[in-house]
């Protein structure tokens, strides 16, 4: 599977470990009725929790499960975020892929193939996490309903906010933040776009606040390299 098919055309990166298929429906599942606090509550405590940081660095494990095909493909790294607007995907495997964002524009290196795709940030599904970034927020960004993590969303100890884009975008349809209930972090995203397919990020080990270089999101690619543009 190409980069480009699992970005929406250069959209942006992401794929982790077989994903049990409760946790990549293609609807969350219905409110429980055990008593949860309200979805402002914990989507003000985890925009608090972001607001204090200035860099997030973090392994992640993807997993993009293309629905038409019902092929499941993973990928795994490590992801460097820096405000305002600037991020890195490292991949380990696929070995050398690499996804740049300098805040404008979005830059997605598939090694195999020497091709660079490049795109608007704005139209790919980047703007899902821009708040970690400090480009964006997520009470403007979603209306929110909340699920808890245990059972069937199968993420114990946390809680699941389901995300309806305010402004329509062809990206996703639905984003899932799984919120650790103690830190209020956001340990897991699962995107949901309108052709069911779903990309999931899994953050492993995540850091905040330390120190990262701006050259960071400068890629140059290797010579000889074809650079599309959707």
């Not at 340990?187 to 052709?195: A, N, P, S």
Request: proline share 7%; net charge neutral; aromatic share 12%.
């Amino acid at each position: 599977m190409r980069l480009r098919s699992l970005f929406h055309v250069v959209a942006f990166a992401l794929v982790a470990g077989v994903v049990p298929s409760a946790a990549l429906a293609d609807d969350p599942p219905a409110a429980p009725a055990v008593a949860l606090p309200a979805a402002q509550t914990v989507v003000d405590q985890v925009q608090a929790v972001y607001d204090k940081t200035t860099t997030f660095k973090s392994d992640f494990e993807q997993t993009f499960l293309v629905k038409a095909y019902n092929v499941t493909k993973k990928s795994h790294g490590s992801v460097v975020f820096k405000k305002p607007g600037k991020m890195d995907w490292e991949y380990v495997e696929p070995a050398g892929n690499r996804v740049v964002s300098d805040g404008t524009t979005l830059r997605v290196y598939e090694a195999s193939n020497a091709q660079l795709y490049e795109q608007a940030v704005d139209a790919s599904q980047y703007p899902a996490l821009s708040f970690l970034t400090g480009q964006g927020r997520l009470s403007t960004s979603f209306d929110f309903e909340i699920r808890d993590g245990e059972g069937q969303m199968q993420f114990p100890g946390g809680y699941v906010l389901v995300g309806t884009p305010k402004v329509p975008t062809a990206a996703y349809q639905k984003v899932l933040f799984y919120v650790d209930k103690q830190t209020f972090q956001v340990r897991r995203v699962l995107i949901l776009d309108g052709q069911s397919n779903r990309n999931r990020f899994d953050f492993v080990n995540p850091r905040v606040n330390e120190p990262v270089d701006s050259n960071q999101f400068v890629f140059v690619p290797p010579p000889n390299t074809t650079v599309v543009h959707p």
